[in-house]
């Protein structure tokens, strides 16, 4: 029986303007959020960051 997963990998691009960590941008796998990590940070002078969570799938 081979092994599948119950749970998938969300990517999240987050800035803090001074209020709090707000989600810029959701990206569908790493690679997409470190470019679009490298673009924001290119063109904001606040800090981001990626934040990764993980979400059950449905059956």
């Keep these: 029986m081979a092994y599948k997963r119950r749970t998938k990998d969300c990517y999240a691009i987050e800035g803090n303007c001074g209020y709090g960590w707000n989600i810029e941008c ?19 002078n606040y800090p981001v ?3 990764k969570w993980r979400e059950r799938i449905g059956n």
Excluded: G, P, S, W
């Design 26 to 44: 959701n990206c569908e796998d790493r690679a997409d959020a470190k470019v679009q990590l490298k673009t924001y940070k290119e063109n904001v």
């Design 49 to 51: 960051r990626i934040k």
